[in-house]
């Protein structure tokens, strides 16, 4: 269930301006929350990660990670590219 893709792809710049990173499971945005984002404390950022273990545990589906995934980028004030 983790490395199901997502039904769209999410491409942000997390690291550098114009450097971007396709997202595209909830395994993928975990790791991204966890390890690179640019904001310890967030509100969005704590409904993804808690989102995202749910997806894992199979209480709730991808498009949910997906979701919150961008409600956490947007918060962030991440590059996102729009499909």
Known sequence: MTDRKWSKAVTIALEKPEEWVVIDTTQAASWALIEDWPLEEA?????????????????????????????????????????
């Open 43 to 83: 509100t969005a950022l704590d409904r993804a990660l808690s989102i995202c273990a749910d997806v894992i545990s199979g209480k709730r589906t991808p498009e949910d990670a997906r979701l919150a995934f961008i409600d956490a980028v947007k918060e962030a004030k991440i590059p996102m590219k729009e499909e």
